[in-house]
C-alpha cells in the first residue's frame, strides 16, 4: 500500500523524532516510568475497579492481562537499556506503541466496563445488556482505527506529509475538517454509553462516572492516534532517516540501509 510512496512523502512525521521526544534515549525513559504506571494501573483495574463487578469472565480477563503486563514490564526493563535500545531501536519503538495503548487504552477501558457492571447498576441491567454494551464500543473502536487510517493514507498520497509541501497553518485547518467523521463516530459511541448507563440506573458515584466517560474516551483516543504511530513505525523499518546512529543523532534524509 505504501511502497509506491517515496521518503520525501513521509518527511514530516521526523518532526517528533527531530524534536527528540520520540528518540530512544527518550523512549527508554519512557518505559521505565511505565514499569510503574502499569503497576499501579494493575492494582487500580483489577483491584478497585472490579472490586464488586459482575461483569462476566473477569477471571479469565484478569489472568490473561497479568500474563501481557508482566511480559511488558520485563521488556520495558530490557529496551530501557542503552545498550539494547540503540541495537533495537525498531523494536523499542513498537513496543513502545503497545505499552502506550495498553496503558492509556485498553486499562481505562476495562475499569470502566468493571464500574458499568458493578452491583449499583447489574440491579436494572442483565449480562446480555454489559455484553451488547461491549461489542458496540469494540465495533465504534475498529472503526474509529479504519476510519483514521484510511484518512491518513490519503493525506500521505495528497502529500500533505512532504517536507515544505503546504505551510503548517493551512495543513492543520485541512485536518480539522477531516476528523469530523472520526469524531463523529467516537461521540457516537460516547453517547450510547452514557444512554446505557441512564437507562439502568438512578444515582451513579460521581467519581466512577468520570471513569465511565473518560475510559471510552482515552480508548477511542489511542486508537485515533496508533495509525500514525503504525506508520512511524513503517517508516523505522523501510528508511535509515527515521532513525539514529549510535551516537543519538537523528540520520539524515536519504541515509542509505549500511550507512
Known amino acids: 500500500m505504501f511502497k509506491k510512496l517515496s521518503e520525501e512523502d513521509f518527511a514530516v512525521l521526523r518532526g517528533s523524532l527531530e524534536s527528540g521526544r520520540q528518540s530512544p534515549n527518550a523512549l527508554g525513559g519512557i518505559l521505565i516510568l511505565s514499569i510503574f504506571l502499569q503497576g499501579l494501573m494493575f492494582v487500580l483495574t483489577y483491584f478497585v475497579a472490579a472490586d464488586s463487578t459482575f461483569y462476566p469472565n473477569q477471571t479469565i480477563i484478569f489472568i490473561l492481562h497479568l500474563v501481557i503486563t508482566i511480559i511488558f514490564i520485563l521488556l520495558a526493563i530490557i529496551f530501557a537499556i542503552p545498550s539494547v535500545y540503540m541495537k533495537y531501536q525498531k523494536t523499542q519503538y513498537f513496543l513502545s506503541i503497545l505499552i502506550s495503548q495498553n496503558l492509556f487504552g485498553v486499562y481505562?477501558?476495562?475499569?470502566?466496563?468493571?464500574?458499568?457492571?458493578?452491583?449499583?447498576?447489574?440491579?436494572?441491567?442483565?449480562?446480555?445488556?454489559?455484553?451488547?454494551?461491549?461489542?458496540?464500543?469494540?465495533?465504534?473502536?475498529?472503526?474509529?482505527?479504519?476510519?483514521?487510517?484510511?484518512?491518513?493514507?490519503?493525506?500521505?498520497?495528497?502529500?500533505?506529509?512532504?517536507?515544505?509541501?503546504?505551510?503548517?497553518?493551512?495543513?492543520?485547518?485541512?485536518?480539522?475538517?477531516?476528523?469530523?467523521?472520526?469524531?463523529?463516530?467516537?461521540?457516537?459511541?460516547?453517547?450510547?454509553?452514557?444512554?446505557?448507563?441512564?437507562?439502568?440506573?438512578?444515582?451513579?458515584?460521581?467519581?466512577?462516572?468520570?471513569?465511565?466517560?473518560?475510559?471510552?474516551?482515552?480508548?477511542?483516543?489511542?486508537?485515533?492516534?496508533?495509525?500514525?504511530?503504525?506508520?512511524?513505525?513503517?517508516?523505522?523499518?523501510?528508511?535509515?532517516?527515521?532513525?539514529?546512529?549510535?551516537?543519538?543523532?537523528l540520520k539524515p534524509l536519504g541515509t542509505r540501509k549500511g550507512a
Open 108 to 249: 481505562f477501558y476495562i475499569a470502566a466496563l468493571f464500574l458499568i457492571g458493578s452491583e449499583f447498576l447489574v440491579e436494572h441491567q442483565n449480562i446480555e445488556s454489559l455484553m451488547t454494551l461491549t461489542y458496540v464500543t469494540l465495533i465504534i473502536g475498529v472503526l474509529i482505527f479504519i476510519v483514521t487510517f484510511i484518512r491518513f493514507y490519503k493525506l500521505l498520497q495528497k502529500g500533505e506529509y512532504s517536507k515544505g509541501s503546504k505551510k503548517d497553518s493551512l495543513r492543520g485547518r485541512f485536518e480539522t475538517k477531516s476528523y469530523l467523521p472520526i469524531a463523529i463516530i467516537g461521540g457516537l459511541g460516547i453517547v450510547y454509553v452514557i444512554q446505557h448507563i441512564a437507562r439502568n440506573t438512578y444515582s451513579i458515584d460521581i467519581n466512577a462516572m468520570t471513569i465511565i466517560i473518560i475510559g471510552p474516551l482515552l480508548f477511542y483516543t489511542m486508537l485515533f492516534v496508533l495509525p500514525e504511530q503504525l506508520v512511524i513505525l513503517y517508516c523505522k523499518r523501510r528508511f535509515e532517516s527515521f532513525n539514529y546512529d549510535q551516537h543519538g543523532n
